[in-house]
């Protein structure tokens, strides 16, 4: 089929075509660490730190493509989407360092952000909009809509290796700076892949896994990444580390959203 609409940028690069779908903010909830709807994990007084503050939240939207999520107030480990035709299930598993500073869960509010493809757009009349449809009639761009703004994409490797087994306080950490940040703009930050290390510790008789947490501290131009232990289990095999040092994580400029 012959192209329909098509607007390229002065790097050449296509900005809009009839493939495109310009993924915008579906939904916005700001919950409380004490309202989360999951709540599991070991809790084990003998394992520092504690493992027992593994919080899940659940929302559902309507989304034409997999939704993304965004947070600010820490940072997430693992999102689950589960769809039923444009219909999306979405669990957002946060650690209890996922806080920002590593406060407590319970009293900590996080931001989410949705974005997707929306599934019921009604043309704007009255007022003054751009808007993009394909040749089938799919919305393709409208900008009464809030868009998804990436400010920064990382993906590579990191070291963030722990040093010393039991201190918190002495696993690496990795800091990037958000490219062009500007004080008062509002971040959140997507979390694609986190980097993750196991160490089968023999002594002790058991296996702990490490996941990297990445945040943003409101007015810190800075993406903190965190390698903190999320797991242990009961293992009698020979000492040896497993290390995944890739990381992939998104910026987002949310200010007004």
Do not use: C
Request: a neutral charge.
């Amino acid at each position: 089929m012959a192209e329909y609409i098509k607007i390229v940028g002065t790097d050449g690069n296509t900005l809009i075509d009839d493939n495109f779908k310009n993924m915008h903010l579906l939904a916005k909830h700001r919950v409380q660490g004490s309202s989360a709807q999951i709540k599991v994990g070991n809790s084990d007084s003998n394992y520092y730190p504690p493992l027992s503050q593994t919080y899940g939240f659940t929302f559902t939207v309507s989304s034409l493509s997999k939704p993304v999520v965004a947070v600010t107030g820490g940072s997430f480990f693992g999102v689950q989407s589960v769809p039923s035709g444009n219909n999306w299930t979405i669990t957002v598993y946060l650690h209890k360092f996922a806080s920002v500073g590593g406060g407590d869960m319970n009293t900590a509010w996080f931001t989410f952000y949705i974005f997707g493809t929306s599934t019921n757009y009604t043309k704007v009349t009255g007022q003054p909009v751009v808007e993009v449809f394909n040749s089938t009639g799919d919305l393709v761009f409208s900008s009464a809509l809030k868009p998804m703004k990436v400010v920064d994409f990382y993906s590579g490797d990191v070291r963030l290796k722990q040093p010393d087994f039991f201190d918190i306080n002495k696993l690496k950490s990795y800091q990037r700076p958000i490219p062009n940040h500007v004080d008062g703009k509002q971040y959140a930050i997507v979390s694609v892949s986190p980097a993750r290390s196991a160490y089968n510790w023999q002594a002790g008789g058991r296996v702990d896994a490490y996941t990297s947490f990445s945040y943003i501290v409101a007015g810190n131009p800075t993406v903190f990444t965190q390698l903190y232990l999320t797991s242990a289990t009961q293992d009698q095999g020979e000492t040896m580390e497993v290390f995944i040092p890739s990381l992939t994580f998104m910026v987002l400029d949310v200010t007004g959203y």
